[in-house]
């Protein structure tokens, strides 16, 4: 009697194409031991869903703007003024990440680079920046891939605080350095490809830096240095990865998509964890 084979299937994690799972190499795209743990990690996979994923971001900037509130205790601010309405404490968002320099500089919070892009000061600073998020995510997955929009995202918004620090500012927050690495990103996409759809969108885009620019200088406390450091970080890191088009996702960019987004989790869960250590003792 022939004994039952114990070799099963799986999808590769690169080309998502049935293989045994024992194949030393996919027999499609080539990728190294495809049925190893790690390559099909669960939030490696996670990060192919482009629609999970944006869930995910706008989830954790809910989540960690819930929280600002929680330890702003009674100093939320609740104005007429729609600009600061809800808007945590300046304690609470030094505590959970604010960057600047006074952070960096005073006491040493090189991470606030990275935990200052998932903090907003008012209802309205959260809303804006989601929106912007669920419009310009979903154009650079399909034109770089999910996992180079991830780096993209991360590594983009902590190049405009680190320009922003720089430059001399004190105190900030907000996803908008990221979201601005996003718009260089697709910036550079546009110009890149050329043709006219390529054209096409560098003109749009082009249509939001300058806006962007407009709007920047006309309303007080907007940090400028933080979106021009995020345009010219995300358009660096476009040039580095290219796009769909030229090169396909590797396991590299898988690779580094992960380290970002478990670096970012052990800042934020830091900072949280940290923040109510203080809470729980000084209440």
Known sequence: MTPKSTRSSLLCPNCRRLISSDEPLCP?????????????????????????LLKVIIGINVVMYAVSLLFSGHGIGVTANPLSFLSPSNNSMLLLGASGTLPIDRFGRWWSLVSANWLHGSILHILFNMLAVRNLAPFVVREFGSYRMVIIFTLGGVGSYFVSYLAGVSFTIGASGAVCALVGAALYFGKSRGGEYGNAVYRQVSGWVVSMAIFGFMIPGIN?????????????????????????????????????????LGVLLWAVGSTTVLWMNYR
């Open 28 to 52: 499609y795209c080539g990728i190294r031991k495809p049925g190893s743990g790690f390559k099909n990690n669960a939030m490696v996979r996670g990060m192919s869903d482009p629609d999970l």
């Open 224 to 264: 400028n240095w933080a979106h021009g450091g995020g345009i010219a970080a995300g358009a660096g890191l476009a040039w580095a990865f290219g796009y769909l088009e030229r090169k396909r996702e590797s396991q590299k960019d898988k690779t580094v998509a992960l380290v970002c987004v478990l670096g970012t």
